[in-house]
């Protein structure tokens, strides 16, 4: 057990260069923590894991003291588990999960963050049931893995489910392998779901009313272009949105959380230049630079 910040960031899955690229990319931004999407985020084409590719990667995050539980992998959004008008999309949902665990688990990872689903037009009750029954199904043939799903707490936007931590609770309820299901705390979505992320501790006692803490498998810290209870999903640079940089630090540095991986979602400055390895440096730091990106704003122009 370390002291030290758990901290890194969304990186790139190239088939190329595989995980060993994703590793690559984490050293080079000084973290000690990854998140990637198995193939690109909103379809589901998938290339064949390179298994030696992994073996050197892995070899690379035990030399640098990075423990697999900070490897985070996310699972793609096109996944709907909480529609069932269409039966057949559905049923393509829970198949794609399963072939998703079973990469995580080739892997060898732990931790497949998911977005519950939107019911779209059937109602929020009825979205539970149908993740529920996803979910059973789901974790049912796919029993002998040792990988959790992480549900996200969502920004409620548009009919997105697991907008309140109550909706999470649900879910967790109806599901009968409640030990591979775990919880991702995401700031941006939680504070567009209207959650003061001020004061964290205050939100975590009012947390630990549902779950245990010890179910929080990795936090998505990102700060929010839009007021609390927006319910709009936009993430910001940290320290550049609403939440703000104080925060954000004190939510990085939280004593009750301090093992659990944070991971940046933060956008790109121009679309084009990576924000992580500055603001990495900058949560080190624990000081806000207001001109981090002024060199890439230029740039551009
Ligand atoms: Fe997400
Ligand atoms: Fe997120
Ligand atoms: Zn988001």
New binding site residues.
Partial sequence: MTSELQIGSHVNYESKTGLLGCVETTLQNRANALMFYTGAPQNTRRSQINLENVVQAKKKLEQHQIPFSNVIVHAPYIINLANRKEEEKWQFSIRFLEEEINRVSTFGFSYLVLHPGSHVQEGVSKGISNIIAALNEVLENTKEKKVKILLETM?GKGTEIGKTIEELKQIYEGVKRKERIGICL?T??LNDAGYDMTSFDTFLDFFETYFPLSLIGCIHL?DSKNERGSHK?R?ENIGFGTLGFDTLLKIAYNKRLEQVPKIL?TPYINRLYSPYQKEIAMLHEKKFCPTLFEEEKKKQK
């Fill in positions: 920004a995401d941006c979505h990102n999903d993430h979602e």
